[in-house]
């Protein structure tokens, strides 16, 4: 490459905001923010206080509200807007998007309704621009206050997934190399379904046995649903899968697992949503999980109860009961290799 | 099968009480106990007070310190001694087995020396005999104080693992059936090293990422090393690799993790070994672990770090920090599907 790219970052929340700061150590970077205020103190103080509190941001990191001036001149398009409004910001900015330049989605979700994936979204508004994601074990705080993590960077092609990779890689933040978007994207998404759950037992306080019981069964249902959908075991073993659930089981940060504690309290889903500033991406995603589940033939019994839970008014309990009733047969039912 | 098979459980520590408490309920089950005040506590009071407190046995269960009379009988063999002692114990009851009968081996580490697995020890010792494990993410006193909780009986031929399901399996404990025995095997012997590296990211108060970020390494590394020796990916990405791991990783009741703590608090392993009742089996298994992955030529980074913890004086600092050193490529790299 001649030049290093130029990276826009559209959407600055404590991700998309720790990402922009990343990648600003090594290209020029600029971070959109849908409010002026978040963009000034970016650009100004180095801080999101808004959503990072007082941790430092890389000062080359340049943040602006106005979509054209981050848009126009950038080499590679970070999209960092949660999946109910990245078809919306995506649509905005389309006619400013120089041609061919890959699009990398940072969001966890599936689109409502459609169930699209959002670098199947990306096809159908940039058609011809490489999609893929970012994905992994990566709670932003500690990112951003220097604790090691790593992160998977999916592209269809690996030649554009290398220089990504160079750009994101830091000491204490590690970039791996992937092809297979599908598996690491429908990973992201499935996790949150999955994090719900954990928060379930952790509220009706299981045991540790129990806990890691979940988390394997939970990996087994990604794996077999991703699978169907075309991406590769492999990704459901590795940060984008069982990394990133594990992150945001342990985490008391993620906001998943915290509607999942708070049904285990006897909270009804209105009452948790209502109290919450964003709505969980797991409490989007697991009507559209199910529904994929359904259209592939693929068996997700805690997808399925969770989804009960979280919009049928099943409690936390029968759901519990409903899955010890299942009778074991071998794992991975379904999943062939190769 | 006509009658249900009689069952011994070859050892009375935490794990073999608790396996034998379990099949007691659907076949008579003898427990043998080195000690004779073990098993008269367990044949008379349904308590092993000595490693399980006051939690209650079934009362069917019947407990021995004559070997003949433990085994003579008995259709299935179950192996619940540590590894050190495995061959020894086995040498000792062999002329009593009946033949033909499956012998299941519920410890997870290698024969220190020749890094034999324990089936392979059972094969030379009981030549001709089925020979399995039972592993997954099992804390003996979860299990027995009825939290909810699964395994896998991995077994050469699946006719021979599906009466031991039946017999193992109850409402909070599901067994599922496999079998990739080297895989099964492997992945328990290799997850106490790993147990040892949580430990020590634990210790080191290292972020939620951060000890995400590691089980997936370490995932990763006993993929390769299982899949170089025979074993199956999915068993790594399931209850017998990533499930036990991380009831290890995340149970204050792992001793590898407390001695992963220990080391990452600056004592010497002379000094945490000394202060143990037991060796941890990771700690004995590191040395081996690394001569595995060069014999098989195997990269192993995390595991070499620790063997150097453990047996070459390295910090953790340093291995921290060597690890930190490791340039990214691909996750999985030289494990192939199918």
Known sequence: ???????????????????????????????WARRAEVAD????????????????LDPSLHATADLEEA????DVLVMAVPSHGFRATLVELADQVRPWIPVVSLSKGLEPESRLRMTEVVDQVLPGHPAGVLTGPNLAKEILAGRGAAAVVAMPDEQVALPLQEILTRDLFKVYRSTDVIGAEIAGALKNVFAIAAGIA????????????LICRAIAEMTRLGVAMGGSPLTFAGLAGIGDLLATCISPLSRNRTVGEQLAAGRSIEEITAAMSMVAEGVKACGSVVALADDHDVEMPIAGEIDAVVNRGRTPEEAYQNLLQRVPSTEFRGVALG
Chains 1, 2 share one sequence.
């Not at 490459?1 to 600029?30: D, E, F, K």
Request: glycine share 12%; proline share 3%; aromatic share 4%.
């Open 71 to 74: 848009v126009s001149g950038a």
């Open 41 to 56: 103190d970016v650009t100004a103080s180095h801080t999101n206080s808004r959503y990072l509190g007082d941790l430092t």
């Open 1 to 31: 490459m001649t030049r290093a790219p130029r990276v826009a970052v559209i959407g600055a929340g404590s991700w998309g905001t720790t990402v922009a700061s990343l990648a600003a150590a090594h290209a020029p970077t600029t971070l």
């Open 202 to 213: 952790s509220g009706m306080d299981s045991g540790d046995n129990t806990r890691a019981l």
